[in-house]
C-alpha cells in the first residue's frame, strides 16, 4: 500500500466511524451445549467469519429461547484455576474468524426454568453490532 493509499484509508475511517455493522457476518460452525437438567446456565460456541473489509465489532447477543446470553471469556492461570470473565464486545478484523470454544469464549446461558430443551434443537440467535444493525443465526443443541 502506498502513502497516499494508506492516507485515503485512513482518512475513509476516520470520515465513517459508523460504518461498523453486522454486514458480511458468515456462521461457519457452532452449538450450543444441552443444558443439564437443573442447572441455571449453559453455553454455547461457534466460529464466525468476517467476510467485509471492515472490522465488525459485536456488543450484544440474545435469544428469546434463554433468560440472558453473556459474552464471556474463560482463562486459566499458572495455577491451573480457570476463571470466566465478562466480555463487552467481540471484534473481527477483515477476514478474521473468531472461534468461540470449551476453554476461551462463549457465549453464556442462563436457563429459565420452564424452558425443555431437545437435542438437535435449534436455538436461534441475534447479535447486534451497533444501534440499528444485527445478525440472526442458529445454532443446534447437543449433548455434551
Ligand atoms: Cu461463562
Given at each position: 500500500m502506498s502513502k497516499m493509499q494508506l492516507c485515503l484509508t485512513l482518512l475513509l475511517i476516520a470520515l465513517c466511524p459508523?460504518?461498523?455493522?453486522?454486514?458480511s457476518l458468515e456462521l461457519l460452525d457452532g452449538w450450543v451445549k444441552k443444558p443439564i437438567?437443573?442447572?441455571?446456565y449453559t453455553a454455547a460456541y461457534f466460529s464466525i467469519k468476517n467476510n467485509s473489509h471492515e472490522t465488525q465489532s459485536i456488543n450484544k447477543f440474545s435469544s428469546d429461547q434463554f433468560k440472558k446470553v453473556m459474552m464471556h471469556s474463560s482463562s486459566t492461570n499458572s495455577e491451573g484455576i480457570t476463571k470466566m470473565n465478562p466480555v463487552s464486545s467481540l471484534m473481527l478484523l477483515p477476514s478474521q474468524i473468531l472461534e468461540a470454544k470449551p476453554g476461551g469464549i462463549h457465549l453464556m446461558l442462563s436457563v429459565r426454568k420452564s424452558e425443555r430443551f431437545n437435542a438437535d434443537q435449534l436455538i436461534s440467535f441475534s447479535a447486534s453490532c451497533g444501534k440499528n444493525s444485527s445478525w440472526q443465526f442458529s445454532l443446534p443443541m447437543k449433548s455434551p
Amino acid at each position: 500500500m502506498s502513502k497516499m493509499q494508506l492516507c485515503l484509508t485512513l482518512l475513509l475511517i476516520a470520515l465513517c466511524p459508523n460504518i461498523v455493522a453486522c454486514d458480511s457476518l458468515e456462521l461457519l460452525d457452532g452449538w450450543v451445549k444441552k443444558p443439564i437438567p437443573g442447572t441455571k446456565y449453559t453455553a454455547a460456541y461457534f466460529s464466525i467469519k468476517n467476510n467485509s473489509h471492515e472490522t465488525q465489532s459485536i456488543n450484544k447477543f440474545s435469544s428469546d429461547q434463554f433468560k440472558k446470553v453473556m459474552m464471556h471469556s474463560s482463562s486459566t492461570n499458572s495455577e491451573g484455576i480457570t476463571k470466566m470473565n465478562p466480555v463487552s464486545s467481540l471484534m473481527l478484523l477483515p477476514s478474521q474468524i473468531l472461534e468461540a470454544k470449551p476453554g476461551g469464549i462463549h457465549l453464556m446461558l442462563s436457563v429459565r426454568k420452564s424452558e425443555r430443551f431437545n437435542a438437535d434443537q435449534l436455538i436461534s440467535f441475534s447479535a447486534s453490532c451497533g444501534k440499528n444493525s444485527s445478525w440472526q443465526f442458529s445454532l443446534p443443541m447437543k449433548s455434551p
